[in-house]
Each structure stands twice: as C-alpha cells, then as structure tokens.
C-alpha cells in the first residue's frame, strides 16, 4: 500500500470520526427537544440517544464523502451511507452477546468505530461512474 493511499485513509477515518461526533451532538440536541413533553418523562432521553445515534452514523459518512472529494479519491456516497447504517446497526444487534450494553462507552465507542469502517469501506466499494479529470489537475 503506498503511503498515500496510507495517509488518504487515516485523514477520512479522522474527518469521518469528527463529523459524525458533531453531528451526534446536534442530532442528540435535535432529538431531546422533539421528544420532550413526553407523558412517561423518557422521551427527551430516548429521543437524545436516538438523534445522537442517527446524527454519527450520517456524520461518519457524510464526512467519508466530502474528504474523498477533497482527496480526489473514487468511491459512491450512497456506500458510505450504508456502510455506516450497517456498521452501527451490527454493533447494536451485537451488544447483547458481546455484553456492550454493559458499559455505554464501550458501546459508543464500538458503535462509532463501526460506523467509520462500515462508511470507509462502503464509500470504496461502491459502484460508481468514471469522473472527468478536474480540469485544473491535467
């Protein structure tokens, strides 16, 4: 592996990782707002975890997609997308048997790792179009 295609793979891991971290934060602000005023008093806390889940999965991709862009690197925004829903949705089916529900930073931790791969990975197998050379690069 050449150590650009080394370094183009650890700056998407590490913009995927941070957009999906910001995202989370205004996906689980997002979510405790719409769900407060709930009659049981755990909707703000449901729809906090939720949002913050959603907002991960869609920041780990959208920040796979516009680093490639950036890198000039080939791949299908749409394979990132599902990469990153699949990824976090292995580790929630698998929390029970690998005993993640018991520690939530582990899971989160899990959760997010999962989705940068599962993004990273689906963004560099997907299919896609040939694009013209930027005009400006030859």
Known sequence: ????????????AIASAVAGV?????????????GQGGPDGWGDLIGAV????????????????????????????????????????IVLLLAEPLRL???????????????VAGSLLGHKGGITRRRAPHPGRG
């Open 1 to 12: 592996m050449s150590p650009y295609t080394t370094w183009a793979w650890a700056i998407q």
């Open 22 to 34: 910001v995202l989370a934060a205004v996906g689980g602000h997002t979510g405790r707002l719409l």
């Open 50 to 89: 939720l949002g913050s889940m959603t907002g991960f999965a869609a920041g780990a991709a959208l920040g796979t997609v516009v680093t490639a862009r950036m890198l000039d690197r080939r791949g299908a925004w749409w394979g990132a997308v599902l990469g990153s829903v699949l990824g976090g949705v």
């Open 101 to 115: 529900n018991q520690s939530s930073a582990a899971l989160m931790a899990t959760f997010g790792a999962a989705s």
